[in-house]
Structures are given as structure tokens and as C-alpha cells.
């Protein structure tokens, strides 16, 4: 290609219905490389790709592409497509391809083939690699198979750029190596990629990163890691400027009280020596008029300095916060999991459909537990027994008494205040002790009065969760079903902070290994054959099926 880009964006503005401005005069150039794009929900990463593909035309500016661009999103694909290759935007081609075939070719399916002769065949290579036969029915297909075949039908395209947002939403650990393997098919060819994403193993792979931050982008010329280093030094530069501000303040506090000092001295000798000279009421008045308004005016020069400083203090202590992004929970005087105490039994236990090996396992103290296993394997079913929402098909479950925290965060009302949820259902805290458990939790004042729907998926998991801590009675097991999806890099890595406070038992369903990994956890449970594998997150995986009593077996290639 003559080209040296595939596309480029020439002093590009963007504004949205809402009169937000996310890009002012942005330029970006894409080629035979692979880019990550993140930044918080909100911040413009979507609308960058929408840009990218032509599915959005900017307010002002000019983009420029010299091959073609192709988007893949979450909400790709037909929900009542015929076939797999219509989920995945491909029936066109190879209906023509199939009529060309046949002898009974239309006078435009030459164009709408282009130089794609082979498109059958890697179409089927494709499938074939992603686990997916062409007789599947696309209705029965599940969210994660039908974001797989919108990815398919991405890889299998004639584009020169790809664009694909959030593409590991749903998938699991399975597919989400399938994708990687895919993105390295797709860069061997000389392509370019632009990976819109919160996913981190993902963002480990690309060329560079940018980050939306309205009204512009930011630059890092590698990938996560260097992305996770330059956030350090962000932390330590942070750190060193409220020690600076605070020696600062400290030091000129200290100087400001030795000058009032000196001042008082001089205003009482100065009475003094006017006492015994004896000098006319009158002047002697003025005099004393005199040093009371220069000594009221040096006390508000120093109460404004003063102030000053308590501000620059208060600055740099905010800036600390942002960059370090560590909710947590309240300290409780009563510890809610003791150790040794009975946490989690599963006895015999059979779903009533997903597995037919019964399970058998038990937990004292405050474990921390991840279900992990392939889609539609029964992960969030096991869940939901656990937690008391589905009955088993036989077998006994026995917990301590737990919260289930889903996608969905049901025990949150969307319409209603957060303070004011908070206090219909905490009983014995005051209105000034919620708001510091809530400013604990990352959540400023500023949100409080707000609807809970307009918050962000951040806020309002840390919200649930803090509204499961303080509830009556307080939950003493959290039960969490994929609660990274959805969520922006900076709202899952203060999900990890918060989560490493809690001091109770923690049960995790997520395909996440990272997120996963940040969580200190004690043992995890896996879908396997026809049953479930329990382990110690630092040994080897043993049996958990019925009759199952020791004896460690190593199961390689399983360890993430």
C-alpha cells in the first residue's frame, strides 16, 4: 500500500446531543500496528472507533482513510439472523460466492466478492478454530458464541484496519485465547488493529495506548505495562507534593505564629511605654486605634495565608486520592468471618441441570474463592445455589449469610438517591458517619443526592456493596457474578483495592485471571468433565466430586 497510514484523524472535534465536548481538535494517525484505546465510561473510547469506522462523522475536522475500516462491537451481529455467516456479515459474500458456483451469478456479485475467492474456506477455518459448527441454530446461540461470530466475521473481512470494542466482553478463558491467537493472525498479514478495551491481558499485546480524556487524548508509546509505570510515578509524584505542601505548611504555620507573638510583644510594650509616658487621652487614642488596625489586618493576612496553605495541603491530598484510586471498607470492630469458623459446605451437591457429578467441599474462615470455567459450564448457576436462589436437584448447600451481587446490582434502586437508600436500610448510623463510609468507598458527596442510575458502574458496584457491609444484618459472604464487566479500567482496579479490604468470605465468578489475581484468593473451584475441580489457589488441583477425601492430583496445563 502507498499509503504509510491506514487512517488519520486532521484536527477532529466531536460534541455530543448534550452539548459535551469529548474531542477538540484531535489528530491521530493508524497503521500496520495494533493500538489500545482506554479511559473512563463516558470519556469518548466507543465514539473514537465510530469515528474511526465512518459509523459517526465528526462535528468539524477531517478523517482520512486509505483502506478500509471495520467495526466490531458487543452489539454486532443480527439478534435474528437466518444463519451464522448473517450473525457474523458475511452471507452476502458467500451467497454470491455459492450462486457464482452454481452458474447463477448476479450482474454485481464480482463486486461484492472483491478479491475474497477464499472467503468459504477461512470462513470454516474460522469456525473450526472457535469452537463453532455451521449447523448451529442462531437462535440458540448464547451472548459470548454470537460475540464470537461477530469477531469472526471481523478476522475473515477484506478490512486494512479493524476496530473492536470491548471483543473479550463475555468471552471466556478458552475464547479469549482464541482471540489472541486471531489478532496475531490478523497483524501477520500487515494489518492494523485498534482494540478498544478494558481488558488488561489484551492490552499487554499492543503496539501503544491512548487514552480518551476529554477534550483530548493521551499518549503512552507502549502497552499496559508502561501505562501501569508511568500511573506509578504519577502516585510518587502525588505522594511527594502533599509532603512538600504539608512541610510548606507546617513551616510557614510555625513562622506565622512566632510573628504574632513578636507583634503582641510590641503592641503591649508599645501600651505600656504610652501608659507611662503619659500622653493626651487623645493621642493616646488614636495611637491605640492604630495598632488595633494593623494588628487586625496582619491577623487576616495571616488567616488568609493560613487558608492558603490548608487549600495547597488539601490539593495535593486530592490529587494523592485520585492517582491511588483505593477505596475500601470501613473498618468494623467485630471481625465478620472469624478463622476456623464454618464458612461455606457443599454437600452431595447436584444442580438442576449443568453437571452430574455431585460436588462435595468445605471452607472455614474468611476464604476467597473463584469459580472459573468456560461459558454456559454452570458458573453462575453454582452461584446462585450458593447463594439460596435456586434450589439443588439434590445434595445440601450451607453458607454464612451472603449477598449476590449480579451484572444487574438489584438491590440498588436506579431512581432513587444513594444517601437516601443508604438510610432507609442502615439502622444506627448517623447521616455524617454514612457519608464518611461512602467518601471511603470512593464515592464523594457530590453523588450522594444524585438518582443511583445516573452514577457510574463503578460507583454504584461499590455502592452495593458498602449497602451489603452496613445492611441489617450485615452480609458476612459476598457472592459476585462477573462484576467486571462493563466497568473501566480505573473502576475495576478501585473494585480490586476495595475488595482486598473486605474482611469476610468473598465466592468470584469471572473470566477475568487479572482482576482475579489482585484478590488475594485462597482457593478456586473449576468446571471440569462432567463436574467441578476444587484446588488451593497455591496448590494443586484436587477432585471435588463425591467420595472425594484427599489425595492431590496435578491436573497441567489448568494452573492460569
Known amino acids: 500500500m502507498a499509503n504509510s497510514f491506514f487512517a488519520a484523524l486532521h484536527g477532529v472535534h466531536f460534541q455530543l446531543p448534550d452539548g459535551t465536548q469529548l474531542f477538540s481538535g484531535i489528530d491521530e494517525t493508524f497503521s500496520a500496528e495494533t493500538v489500545g484505546i482506554i479511559g473512563h465510561n463516558g470519556s469518548g473510547k466507543s465514539t473514537l472507533g465510530k469515528l474511526l469506522s465512518g459509523d459517526l462523522a465528526p462535528g468539524s475536522g ?17 439478534l435474528v439472523a437466518a444463519s451464522l455467516a448473517e450473525v457474523a456479515g458475511l452471507d452476502r459474500q458467500l451467497a454470491a460466492l455459492a450462486r457464482l458456483q452454481g452458474g447463477e451469478a448476479l450482474a454485481d456479485d464480482f463486486d461484492i466478492i472483491g478479491d475474497q475467492w477464499d472467503i468459504e474456506a477461512r470462513w470454516l477455518a474460522m469456525l473450526e478454530r472457535a469452537g463453532l459448527h455451521a449447523s448451529m441454530a442462531p437462535a440458540s446461540l448464547s451472548g459470548g458464541q454470537r460475540m464470537l461470530l461477530a469477531l469472526a466475521g471481523g478476522f475473515c473481512s477484506d478490512a486494512g484496519l479493524l476496530v473492536l470494542d470491548e471483543p473479550s466482553n463475555h468471552l471466556d478463558a478458552v475464547r479469549r485465547a482464541w482471540l489472541l491467537g486471531e489478532i496475531v493472525r ?21 503496539d501503544r495506548i491512548i487514552e480518551t480524556r476529554p477534550p483530548g487524548l493521551r499518549r503512552y508509546g507502549g502497552a499496559w505495562a508502561q501505562v501501569e509505570a508511568h500511573r506509578e510515578s504519577e502516585l510518587q509524584a502525588a505522594g511527594a507534593k502533599l509532603e512538600r505542601a504539608r512541610t510548606v505548611r507546617d513551616r510557614e504555620q510555625s513562622a506565622l505564629r512566632d510573628q504574632a507573638e513578636r507583634a503582641a510583644r510590641r503592641d503591649a510594650r508599645g501600651a505600656r511605654d504610652a501608659r507611662q509616658a503619659n500622653q493626651a487621652k487623645l493621642l493616646l487614642g488614636l495611637r491605640q486605634d492604630k495598632a488595633e488596625q494593623s494588628s487586625g489586618a496582619r491577623m487576616a493576612r495571616q488567616a488568609q495565608r493560613e487558608q492558603e496553605l490548608r487549600a495547597e495541603v488539601a490539593d495535593a491530598f486530592a490529587a494523592l486520592q485520585g492517582a491511588a484510586q483505593q477505596p475500601e471498607f470501613p473498618e468494623l470492630v467485630e471481625t465478620l468471618v472469624a478463622q476456623g469458623q464454618e464458612s461455606l459446605v457443599l454437600e452431595e451437591l447436584l444442580a438442576p441441570w449443568g453437571w452430574s457429578k455431585p460436588l ?11 469459580i472459573t470455567g468456560p461459558n454456559g459450564c454452570g458458573k453462575s448457576t453454582l452461584l446462585r445455589i ?27 434502586d436506579p ?9 432507609r436500610r442502615v439502622q444506627g448510623i448517623s447521616e455524617g458517619r454514612l457519608r464518611q463510609h461512602l467518601a471511603k468507598a470512593g464515592i464523594g458527596s457530590e453523588h450522594l443526592r444524585k438518582p443511583c442510575g ?36 480505573a473502576a475495576i482496579e478501585a473494585l480490586e483495592h476495595m475488595l482486598r479490604s473486605w474482611t469476610g468470605a468473598l465466592v468470584v465468578v469471572s473470566h477475568d485471571d487479572r482482576f482475579l489475581g489482585r484478590l488475594d484468593l485462597t482457593h478456586r473451584i473449576r468446571r471440569d468433565g462432567e463436574g467441578w475441580m476444587c484446588e488451593d489457589a497455591d496448590g494443586p488441583w484436587v477432585p471435588a466430586c463425591a467420595g472425594t477425601t484427599g489425595g492431590a492430583e496435578v491436573y497441567a496445563g489448568l494452573r492460569a
Open 360 to 370: 462435595t467441599w468445605a471452607a472455614r474462615g474468611p476464604v476467597r474463592v473463584a
Open 386 to 412: 450458593v447463594a439460596g436462589e435456586l434450589a439443588p436437584a439434590s445434595g445440601s448447600c450451607r453458607r454464612l449469610h451472603a449477598t449476590l451481587l449480579d451484572q444487574s446490582l438489584r438491590g440498588l
Open 454 to 489: 445516573e452514577l457510574s458502574g463503578g460507583e454504584q458496584m461499590r455502592a452495593a456493596l458498602l449497602l451489603a457491609m452496613l445492611g441489617q444484618p450485615p452480609a458476612r459472604m459476598l457472592l459476585l457474578d462477573e462484576p467486571t464487566n462493563h466497568l473501566d479500567l
Open 186 to 206: 490478523w497483524r501477520a498479514q500487515g494489518r492494523g488493529l485498534v482494540l478498544v478495551s478494558h481488558d488488561r491481558a489484551l492490552l499487554a499485546h499492543v
Open 415 to 423: 431512581a432513587l438517591p444513594l444517601l437516601e437508600q443508604f438510610e
Open 62 to 78: 477531517r478523517i482520512e482513510r486509505a483502506t478500509r475500516v471495520r467495526r466490531v462491537s458487543q452489539e454486532s451481529g443480527s
